[in-house]
């Protein structure tokens, strides 16, 4: 009696094959997982990037537009104010000389630094 037991058992258990053919099964889906979260930590990671560098273009452009008073001559500065020539210019006046030196009359001129009010 106890040797049909124990036959019974035996057979109504799992075959070798039934047992490898789950750990294969569940190995995959393990994997699987994994690469399913890979996947979508990195596209979190390319949706992070994507928004630093557009807040990144945000701040320069508005970085710009505050050091730009708005006018363009295409010089890449932001000041497209005429700037006088002649009359109190040093060099004799033709506008040969550096402008915004020693002017007398009160207009603005544009250095390099940026404008200046002389008096």
Do not use: F, W, Y
Not at 65 to 70: E, F, L, S, V
Not at 72 to 96: A, C, E, W
């Amino acid at each position: 009696m106890l040797v049909v037991l124990v036959v019974v058992i035996s057979a109504c258990g799992p075959s070798a094959e039934d047992v490898e053919a789950k750990r294969v099964a569940d190995s995959t889906r393990v994997a699987d997982s994994l690469a399913q979260i890979h996947l979508t930590d990195s596209l979190a990671q390319a949706v992070i990037d994507a928004e630093a560098a557009a807040a990144a273009a945000a701040a320069a452009a508005a970085n710009a537009a505050a050091n730009n008073d708005g006018g363009d001559n295409g010089d890449g500065g932001g000041d497209d104010t005429p700037v006088k020539k002649g009359g109190g210019l040093k060099g004799g006046g033709d506008g040969s000389g550096d402008a915004g030196s020693d002017k007398t009359d009160g207009t603005v001129t544009k250095k390099k630094g940026g404008l200046s009010k002389t008096k």
